[in-house]
């Protein structure tokens, strides 16, 4: 028998990574998950998870044709379809494309950002009622975006003042909470005061001008979609299209953040840098959601208890509550223009008609999933 006979019964020897490959495929998944793997990579899908995503994304599907068919003029759902791709009548095509349609994007995006905010803001305080509204952080950017439009001797853009404002508010609410600690009701406590000061200078701020300037700020003080702005929509979405992603990569973190700060610290969690990154990404979220639509903050509550009580306990439902709480703000806006048509009513008092019963149920049904 030759050398190369003897080399083609050797044993061959394993790269690292086909062995790792080898033992996840010996390895079965846990119960109500997948598992894809490629080469090198293997990815753990949430079987539930999944469901309640495809179904939120249903959900507001319906919703938003809803939204584009109905209203004072009622539209059928295949002429709202041939006015999407340009190929309906022109009053039709006008009143989809020009008039509701962008109003539905703004919708999306706000209410995917608050709701998201809220998430990370829950689980950050292991707290249900830590949402960026209930914290003052909307009120801050709502302040700094209503000094920005009256005039204060500043040329920044709405959008960037707001940023400023939930920052700011943040970091007050962060320094007076025990020195950055975001456990317990003194981290909400601190917060709510924080907020109802911002909510004092909004009120001082507005009655120091004249009504035009003040009808030009009303929509950064009670919340609508009707006095949206290209630009500000255009930077909310650049922050989802950024925030999302991000948020899914601090997911795993988020879940052992749930736990106590030693067992967080025993899986390996930069406690510290994850809290900050969390934090900024809220401000952020939230700050470019409020200066599309002003304080719409009960969205960020009911948004993501709308996924946690459809997902386990597992996980972190980012995704689906980003998903509900586009679905929530999609029906509120709907449910104003409808309910009093040709009145309007802003979507935040509908959120607020809304949020506060469900602020109750919260508070007095105990919660199957931790924040």
Known sequence: MNMESLERFAPRETTPAESRAALAEDIPPPLGHWRLAAGDISLLIERRALWVGALLLLALLVASLAYLALGTERLAPPVVWRALVGQGDPVATFLVQELRLPRLVAAWLTGAAFALAGCLMQTLARNRLATPGIIGI???AT???VASVVGL???LAPPAMALVGGATAAAITFGLASGGDTRGYRFIVAGIGIGAMFGAVTQLLLAQIDI????AAYPWTVGTLNAR?????LALAGGCAMGLPLALALARSL???RFSNAIAQGFGVPLRRRRLQVLSLAVVLSALAVAVAGPVGMVGLIGPEIARSLSSSRSVPLIASALAGA???VLADLVGRLLLAPIELPVGIVTAI???PWLLWILLRPSRNPA
């Open 229 to 233: 702005t290209g630009g500000a929509v």
């Open 354 to 356: 809304v949020g506060g």
């Open 143 to 145: 302040a700094f975006a």
């Open 255 to 257: 879940g052992n953040m």
């Open 138 to 140: 909307d009120n801050g």
């Open 153 to 155: 001797g500043t040329s």
């Open 327 to 329: 679905l929530v703000m």
């Open 212 to 215: 035009d300037s003040a009808n």
